[in-house]
């Protein structure tokens, strides 16, 4: 698609739970385009829908190696990366309200990798700032995708479908280098995307008083 419409675009295979499929994926976007300049790191998984009791200790396991592993092992990756531009780089990472801001029946170890991404990049912004790297994160509603989202529905979970589209211009938003003021920044979906207020974004500290702030660095 992206090819397609006249871009250009190199797909890679990895585990991102493991190290070195972290550092190949780095290697490979600077291998074919010289550097590394902007990194979204969005892959995620959910597993269970049970209560936190009967949540087996492998659903437990994957989410927290997919979930939390495989952001902090891409952020080392791509900030190695980064820092030794004499550009830098802008990373965003891509958390859910699930978590720091909101939870449900059946979600638990879930919305704990999450709220872990979210308190993960704060730290990370502050560590490296200094360095010409950039990191914020995004807490998206249900967009409609392609793994089931947390809910009851019978111990089960249940597909979502919502009317507003993922957070693209924030994405755009916090990677362009105008923005290099805004750092540990956290932006969430207001109502989650369930009803007409779906699809509305503001800073989380003014959405729901949450620990989520936004920092600048001169």
Known sequence: MI???GGKALAVTADVSKAVDARALVQAAVDRYGSLDVAVNNAGVFRGGQPLADLTEDDWRTQLDINVTGVFLAL???????RAQPSG???VN???TFGVHTSSPGAAAYSASKAAVAVLSKGAAVDHIREGVRINVVSPGATDPDVPAPGRDGGRPRRTRTDHAPPRPYLRHL????RRSLL???RR???GGHGPGGGQWRDGVKADNSAFHSLSWP
């Open 175 to 178: 990677r362009s280098r105008r």
């Open 3 to 5: 090819e397609a419409a």
């Open 189 to 191: 979906g207001v109502g």
């Open 89 to 91: 780089g802008a990373i």
């Open 94 to 96: 891509v958390a859910s």
């Open 76 to 82: 080392q990756a791509e900030i190695r990366q980064m």
């Open 184 to 186: 540990g920044l956290g």
